[in-house]
Nanobody, 122 residues
Framework: QVQLVESGGGLVQAGGSLRLSCAAS????????MGWYRQAPGKQRELVAS???????NYADSVKGRFTISRDNAKNTVYLQMNSLKAEDTAVYYC????????????????WGHGTQVTVSS
């Protein structure tokens, strides 16, 4: 079994900062790309940022220059540092990971966390 557990969400004023963390655990053989998605009420889930296991990153245009994704491969953990938060960043943030398990080492699959709420008050 694999679990992704997010933490770090909460309520913050516009202009403030939050840091999200997501730790992957379980019978992981290889952990490849990891990322953060978000879903606001009435909207589709969208990619916020992603990072490969070699450290290459990708960001949504709406968060470039404000958010930074990073990872600690030794801890199977990905982070999202969110600065200069805006009301439109309010959403449930989900962690995702593409990985292979010990049972299926040649087949990557996508796993998701349960989400953490981020609310930015204006």
């Amino acid at each position: 079994q694999v679990q992704l557990v997010e933490s770090g969400g909460g309520l913050v004023q516009a202009g403030g900062s939050l840091r999200l963390s997501c730790a992957a655990s379980g019978s992981i053989f290889s952990l490849n790309a990891m990322g953060w998605y978000r879903q606001a009420p009435g909207k589709q889930r969208e990619l916020v940022a992603s990072i490969t296991n070699s450290g290459s990153t990708n960001y949504a245009d709406s968060v470039k220059g404000r958010f930074t994704i990073s990872r600690d491969n030794a801890k199977n953990t990905v982070y999202l540092q969110m600065n200069s938060l805006k009301a439109e960043d309010t959403a449930v943030y989900y962690c995702s990971a593409r990985l292979a398990t010990m049972r299926s080492i040649f087949n990557d699959a996508d796993y998701w966390g349960h989400g953490t709420q981020v609310t930015v008050s204006s």
